[in-house]
């Protein structure tokens, strides 16, 4: 039987990290152009940066809950062989899926943190037509890494009790 604990420790370590993956979407970080007060160049200000921590810490979050997963259920592939059946495919079919959503997820969280981290610093002096470039993350990015974790934390569920039941079956044969 799957260990309750594992369940519960995991399904709130994911919900938490969703919750700030969606909060990091809401925060990102707008850029707009201002002038100095000689009114000689135009630089881009940035608003606040707290996008960047919260898809960081879903980042940590989401990577805490898959080592725990894959630690209580041997990474499937180490430990004692399951029994053959449904459960057994199953979980191999929940794994694979589990690993290419968290994959997805963890990429997408680095890639908008780093992303939303990054603040141009370009100035204009001589080429008054043309503002600076303040460029910004693209919205949807920390929202897709937020879906890709709910995902994966569903699936990763399922892949646990699946692996959990074809590991029992296997220990307590019932012919």
């Known amino acids: 039987m799957a260990s309750k604990l594992v369940v ?3 399904f709130i370590l994911d919900l938490i990290a969703v919750g700030l993956a969606i909060a990091a979407e809401q925060r990102r970080s707008v850029g707009k152009v201002v002038t100095d007060t000689e009114k000689t160049y135009e630089y881009c200000v940035y608003g606040t940066d707290i996008a960047t921590s919260y898809g960081a810490g879903a980042f940590l979050l989401l990577f805490i809950s898959q080592v725990l997963i894959m630690s209580a259920s041997r990474c499937f592939c180490c430990g004692k062989s399951l029994n ?6 199953c979980a191999l079919l929940l794994f694979l899926i589990c690993w290419v959503f968290f994959l ?3 990429v997408c969280l680095l890639a908008a943190s780093i992303r939303n981290a990054y603040h141009t610093q370009y100035r204009t002096m001589w080429n008054i037509e043309n503002p600076p470039s303040c460029e910004v993350i693209r919205r949807g990015v920390f929202a897709a890494g937020a879906a890709f974790t709910l995902f994966t934390a569903i699936v990763s569920q399922f892949y646990y009790v699946c ?11 019932s012919y």
Do not use: C, H, K, L
């Open 104 to 106: 997805v997820a963890e």
């Open 84 to 89: 053959p059946g449904g459960s057994r495919a």
């Open 8 to 10: 519960i420790i995991v």
């Open 163 to 173: 692996y959990s039941r074809a590991r029992d079956a296997y220990q307590n044969p």
